[in-house]
DNA sequence: ATTAATTTTTAGGCAAGGCTAAAAAATAAT
DNA sequence: ATTATTTTTTAGCCTTGCCTAAAAATTAAT
């Protein structure tokens, strides 16, 4: 059986890999430990193969490491989207719960779940279900810190890093789906002054950060 | 946090409870583990406050390993009867994948699907899930291998242990409030006969064992 | 009352996964 | 090119839970 400490490091390695070179540094800070026992656990995971260890040069995983992370991260974001969908979880609620049921659930319980849900391809952050064989889902979504006046988009994503500011985003009706229009922006990253179902609404660079759109077609613009 | 290991053995420990002291090699047969192993945890336990443990005599839970003990078993016992109820699973496929959720949910979760149930009172095996604070549902039930010919009774509970019997059970219609009548009962652990629905079927020692039930009011009967 | 059998505890080890403090390597600044 | 800073690794230690083998205590049989 793979432990729980290993799932966690295999899918923290695998969600930074996007942004360059995945350092000792960067998985203890994600993962809240010390650097010496990321080296450790490096070395434990390399010695199974789940991921190659250069020391002092970073870390990739193997493709068995990465059938983990996919399985983790599948996991997780059923889970999250049963728990909002089936038993009125709120979305702020969910993430928590999910990352400790992720590591316990049967392929039964993922299987059963997926055909509640429906064959579901995205979580209710937005953030897309891993297929049983690896494939992710794939939307053309950008952040919504890059878009320029004038812009009409609608939230396909949102960070479930923070439970606050899910909060908070659902509060002031930054919720999936809502479509908004981009008024003004300001430089140096500053506030973006949007219209969210008829309310003009600021909303800053710490904000914004956490949202990512997709532009609305014309055709489809409701104008507020 | 309290760990799985704690939960395991605290649980086991109050189910045995029943049956006389509570020895160390019976710990270590149902947990499977070794004497030695239990030793070493019971020291454990009674440090931490969770028994009292007195050398080559046995254990008994405090009322805080009792908390802990219940708090499981409901946990347990929920889980089994939402994954019958709202998932669909099988009253033999529910105990395994019970005893891992068990020690994993939240408060929130245990709340959520005992008011999805409807506050139930048993679980699919007909065990009592003790209430939030403690309190166990109470059924007059006796050991079906007690019963004389003639006895016209309900089946209450069946013992959760092995899910091939479980399966069998279900198979030759033992199933959760079947009313049965006996028809015979061989001496020295011998066969029962029972009329099931109309069938008559040989119940042997090793199969009744498992079965558990209380006698119909003869108002309620239904000859079969 | 001894002796034999059984149960339980001790002693000593091991793997996983954490930690701190010190050493070493890599990077950045002068 | 040195020196200073940051990053990473080593070394040594700890707790949890498990193990085996040996010793001690208890219980059962003669
Ligand atoms: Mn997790
Ligand atoms: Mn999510
Ligand atoms: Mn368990
Ligand atoms: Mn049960």
Redesign the pocket.
């Known amino acids: 059986m793979i432990?729980?400490?290993?799932e966690d490091y295999i899918k923290i390695i695998y969600k930074m890999k996007g942004n360059g070179t995945v350092?000792?540094?960067?998985i203890a800070k994600a993962l809240?430990?010390?650097?010496?026992?990321?080296?450790?656990?490096?070395k434990?995971l390399a010695e199974m193969r789940l991921l190659k260890y250069t020391?002092?040069k970073?870390v990739k995983l193997t493709k068995a490491g990465e059938k983990i992370a996919l399985e983790v991260i599948r996991h997780h974001r059923l889970i999250e989207l049963y728990l909002s969908e089936i038993m009125g979880y709120t979305w702020d609620e969910v993430h928590d719960e999910a990352e400790r049921l992720e590591h316990h659930i049967s392929e039964q319980f993922e299987e059963k779940i997926f055909n509640m849900l429906g064959s579901p391809e995205f979580d209710p952050h937005g953030a897309p279900i891993p297929s049983k064989n690896g494939d992710i889902p794939k939307n053309e979504i950008s952040p919504l810190t890059d878009c320029a006046p004038g812009d009409y988009v609608r939230i396909e994503r949102v960070s479930d890093a923070d439970p606050e500011m899910l909060r908070y985003l659902s509060e002031i009706g930054l919720v999936l789906m809502v479509e908004i229009k981009i008024l003004s922006k300001e430089p140096f990253n500053g506030p973006l002054t949007v219209n969210v179902g008829g309310t003009e609404r600021m909303i800053w660079d710490e904000v914004a950060k956490n949202i990512y759109v997709a532009p609305v077609l014309s055709n489809d613009k409701v104008e507020a």
């Open positions: 432990s729980q400490a290993t350092t000792t540094n960067s809240n430990v010390t650097s010496a026992s990321v080296t450790n656990m490096l434990r020391s002092y970073g």
